[in-house]
C-alpha cells in the first residue's frame, strides 16, 4: 500500500502530461502512487500515459469513454491504493517538496487531513500566492468555521474561500466509509470539500505555496457553457442534500440567497462571455429572465451583496435596480477591453 495516491485526470492534455507527470516524479517524497485517469482523450494523451507508465512501474494507467473531470476523479478514487489521497490537474504541478511537507505536517499534529497555500501563474509570468488557512491545527469546529460554513454561504464577500480539491491532503478512509464522491460538471469540488469536511476530524494547515495553479485560459471555468442553468440546478440540488445530511441548515441562514447571488453573477459573465454565439440584444433577454426566476428574484429582493469585486459590485447594483441595459453595455465595454 503506498502511502499517499495522486490522481490525475487528463482530456487532451498531450501539452502538459509529462511535465505534470515529472513534477510527481520529482517529489522528495518517494512513497506514491500516479493515477492518471485519460477521460477518452482524442490526441496523444493515450499513448502518452501508456509510454509513462511503461517507464516507471509506480504510475497505473486507465482509458475511460469521455465523461468528465468528476467521473474521471471518481475513478481513480476507486482504484487508489493509497493511504491517503492527493489530486493534481494536468496543467498544473508540485512543488518538489509539496507531498513530503504534507505528509510531514500530518504526522506531526496527528490530523487526518492538511491543507497548503498555493502559487498562482499567469501565462504571462505573473505569480501571486494565495493562503488558505493560517498555519496551525484545526479541530471539528475549526473545520467547519474556516472550510464548510464559507463553503456553504459566504460565497459574495472578498476574499472567498475557493474550492480547491488539490490544496488537500485526504484521508481515504474517510472517503470511503462515507462514500464521498464528485458529481457534476462545476462547482463539484465544493461539494466535495464541504461533504468530506464535515467528516473529517483534524486538519493542520501550512501556509508554504506547494502547488502550482496555472491559470489556463483554456480551461473549462473560462468557456461558455450553453447548459450553465441546468448545472448551477443540479449543483444547488446536491448542495440541499449535504445540507440535510449534515444538519447545516442554521449555520449561514441566508446560505441560499447567498449562493443564487453567487451563482447569478457567474452566469452573468458566463451569458455575456466573448465565445457565447448569441446577439448581444438575445443575451440581455436571458439574464432578464434568469433574473426573473423565483430562486433568483428572492435573493435580488433580500440580499443586497457586499465586499464583493468592483466589476461584480456594479453587476450586482445594476441588476438590483433593473437596469439591464446598462448591465449589458458594461460588458460590451469590458469584453472590448
Not at 518538489?96 to 511537507?101: D, G, H
Not at 472567498?160 to 458529481?183: H, M, S
Request: hydrophobic share 40%; aromatic share 10%.
Amino acid at each position: 500500500m503506498p502511502g499517499i495516491s495522486v490522481i490525475v485526470p487528463a482530456y487532451n492534455a498531450e501539452n502538459y502530461l509529462k511535465d505534470c507527470i515529472g513534477s510527481v516524479q520529482m517529489q522528495t517524497f518517494e512513497d506514491w502512487e500516479l493515477l492518471l485517469i485519460d477521460d477518452g482523450s482524442r490526441d496523444q494523451t493515450p499513448r502518452l500515459c501508456d509510454e509513462c507508465a511503461a517507464a516507471d512501474d509506480r504510475i497505473r494507467v486507465f482509458h475511460k469513454e469521455n465523461g468528465g473531470v468528476s467521473t474521471a476523479r471518481n475513478l481513480g478514487l476507486a482504484q487508489a491504493k493509497g493511504e491517503y489521497i492527493a489530486f493534481l490537474d494536468v496543467d498544473d504541478r508540485y512543488e518538489p517538496r509539496c507531498l513530503e511537507t504534507l505528509w510531514n505536517a500530518r504526522a506531526q499534529s496527528g490530523a487526518d487531513s492538511v491543507v497548503c497555500a498555493h502559487l498562482n501563474l499567469w501565462p504571462d509570468g505573473q505569480k501571486q500566492p494565495e493562503k488558505a488557512l493560517r498555519a496551525g491545527v484545526y479541530d471539528p469546529q475549526g473545520i467547519r468555521e474556516n472550510i464548510v460554513y464559507p463553503l456553504l454561504g459566504d460565497r459574495l464577500k472578498q476574499p472567498v474561500f475557493n474550492g480547491f480539491i488539490w490544496r488537500f491532503l485526504y484521508f481515504a478512509a474517510i472517503i470511503r466509509e462515507n462514500k464521498i464522491t464528485f458529481d457534476g460538471a462545476y462547482l463539484e469540488d465544493e461539494l466535495f470539500l464541504m461533504e468530506y469536511f464535515c467528516c473529517a476530524r483534524k486538519l493542520a494547515a501550512v501556509e508554504e505555496p506547494l502547488y502550482r495553479y496555472l491559470q489556463n485560459p483554456g480551461s473549462v471555468t473560462h468557456k461558455y457553457m450553453a447548459d450553465f442553468q441546468q448545472v448551477f440546478g443540479n449543483f444547488m440540488a446536491r448542495k440541499e442534500t449535504l445540507v440535510r445530511k449534515y444538519d447545516l441548515e442554521g449555520a449561514r441562514p441566508q446560505w441560499r440567497e447567498n449562493t443564487n447571488w453567487a451563482g447569478l453573477l457567474i452566469a452573468v459573465g458566463n451569458e455575456y462571455a466573448k465565445s457565447n454565439p448569441k446577439p448581444l440584444q438575445e443575451k440581455q433577454k436571458t439574464i432578464e429572465a434568469l433574473c426573473s426566476q423565483p430562486q433568483f428574484a428572492k435573493a435580488i429582493a433580500e440580499l443586497d451583496p457586499e465586499g464583493l469585486s468592483p466589476n461584480k459590485q456594479i453587476a450586482a447594483r445594476l441588476i438590483r435596480g433593473g437596469h439591464f441595459f446598462l448591465l449589458t453595455q458594461l460588458y460590451r465595454l469590458k469584453n472590448r477591453l
